[in-house]
């Protein structure tokens, strides 16, 4: 009877993890987003608008690889404005290929109506997928090109979006970008989106890497880094539910207030400045996996039980 509930016990854990294994690799990227009341200033430095909550862009399509860029992200919003900075390690730099999405580039997805939320059939709202390569490639072609959908009114399609945008080194002074590089963008959604805070916004990130140096269509990228593990169905671009991103529109991150020192305590007379030091957050993934898992296998032991014991007491 003990093998027989073992076997039962083994069988069902195993699909517990099973499930568990398919539910991580749908998982969507939750994560929250300030506002900038009085907008970012495109430097390329980090400004303190877009808080301390960064997420990476470092699941690559082809995991046999895993030595493609990978990136580092934040955002913020003001308005129906989206502001993005990303900071890309890529030591690889390339910037010329026929097709301007196989150079070295960042590829950004957004859903501006969340009409649909997930769904992949969301064919009928405005959809757009905007690219900035790392730099300008020798023939003059676009640094910045995309595609998108239900958005007629734009003359040059994404590139229209772009209101402003900075492309500097990783590294200061390092002007081949041999150590990677930094993308900071100002996308102006106006008439595209109503965004409010509490909404929830699709959206996604890619990190695109030509290795080989490859100038021909069709053999320059190597690698892409994208958020989630079911990114690599690679269908953004013509799916706006293919995204696996997630951003709630928040509030404007307080400013920091600085209290006066306590001149009471005897310290020889030094004035010690306070802590200001913001808190590092992480975003949300919903990632409960480890718990499921344990339900899941005390539920299957229960199971297992109630099965035996049922077939001893028909006999």
Known sequence: MFKKVLCVFIVVVMMAFSITAMADNTSVVNVSVPQAP????????????????????????????????????????????????????????????????????????IDPQSGKGMDNTNNDLPYAQIRIASAPDAEGDPQVDGGVQNMDSLANGAADLVKNFIVVPLVPGDTGLTQGYVIEAEIDLTGFANFTQGMT??????????????????????????MAMSDNIDN????????????????AIPAATTAAPDTTADNGGAVVAPDTTAPVTSPTTGDNDMMIAIALSVLALGVAFVVIRRKATDR
């Open 38 to 109: 009085n907008g970012i200033t495109i430097d390329g430095t980090l400004d303190p608008a877009f808080g301390t909550t960064s997420f990476p862009v470092a699941t690559y399509k082809d995991p046999t690889t895993m030595n493609g860029a990978t990136g580092t992200a934040y955002l913020a919003w003001n308005g129906n404005t989206l502001y993005y900075y990303i900071a890309v390690n890529d030591t690889t730099p390339n910037h010329e290929n026929d097709n301007s999405y196989e150079r070295d580039c960042v590829e950004f997805f």
């Open 201 to 226: 916004v699709p959206f996604e990130f890619q990190v695109g890497d030509n290795q080989n140096g490859d100038t021909d269509a069709g053999s320059g990228r190597t690698s892409q880094a994208f």
């Open 236 to 251: 953004q671009w013509q799916w706006a539910g293919s995204v696996m991103g997630l951003m709630t529109l928040d509030a």
